[in-house]
């Protein structure tokens, strides 16, 4: 039997993590809630939550920016345990470490073949898709247009039209998933088990960092 381990991690394991076995690998900016995720005390990833890049995620729902937040990255190399049971663990922590958040966020990427079978799997809320946006191709990677106006590149890149996220919404209060459960749509796809319940769709090989520093910033 695999044994599981879910706690706090460093900033240079996330980065590590995240830099190994995230597609986009680059660890989001602002301060994050780090979670190390080991299997039989070998350090195997980390999943990340913050504040996100939309200010306004929470406004259709009445909810202010210390009631919400997003899980940014699901960063893991090979490894046993279901991805959707590794992040149910930490959301269960989230609850009990994080008074006053109601309500967690998170995306799919199409682009990236994802359609949300781990939210699927750990009963998260569907509620539809984010509106496309244009994305730029500056320094080796396609950027969001939000994060590129510093960038003198911009009016010359290559850019393209990116496809909406998959939305889905995690409830950390009974009334919470009351209010949004009028919101739910059906999951798409059809069926809420697919590969990304089985392994997680991010893996990378290489070295791994044995660190388990308690730091939340």
């Known amino acids: 039997m695999t044994e599981l381990q879910i706690a706090p991690c460093s900033h240079e394991a996330a980065k590590y993590a995240v830099e190994n076995w ?20 070998k350090f195997i990833g980390a999943v990340l939550y913050g504040r996100g890049a939309s200010p306004h995620l929470g406004t ?11 899980l940014l990255r699901i960063a893991l190399t090979t490894h046993k345990t ?24 998170s995306f799919a990427d199409p ?24 994305e730029y191709f500056i320094d080796g990677r396609w950027r969001h247009t939000r994060g590129v106006y510093h960038y003198k590149e911009r009016p010359t890149a290559p850019k393209r039209q990116a496809p909406g996220k998959y939305r889905y919404l995690y409830p950390l ?15 798409p796809g059809g069926s809420g088990l697919n590969s990304e319940t089985l392994s997680s769709p991010e893996r990378r090989s290489g070295a791994i960092p044995e660190n388990r520093s308690n730091s939340h910033d």
Not at 173 to 186: E, G, N, Q, T, V
Request: aromatic share 8%; with cysteine.
């Open 22 to 41: 995230h597609y986009s690998r680059v660890l989001p900016p602002g301060k994050l809630v780090k979670y190390g995720v080991w299997e039989d005390g």
């Open 60 to 70: 259709g729902l009445e909810l202010d920016l210390t009631e919400i937040c997003e």
């Open 82 to 105: 279901p991805v959707s049971q590794i992040v149910a663990r930490t959301l269960t922590d989230l609850r009990k470490t994080q008074p006053g958040l109601r309500l967690v966020f």
């Open 111 to 134: 682009k990236e073949g994802h359609r949300g079978g781990i939210y699927q799997a750990g009963n998260w809320i569907y509620t539809g898709r984010s509106n496309p946006v244009t």
């Open 173 to 187: 209060d009974k009334p919470m998933r009351r209010k949004i459960s009028r919101l739910a749509l059906p999951y």
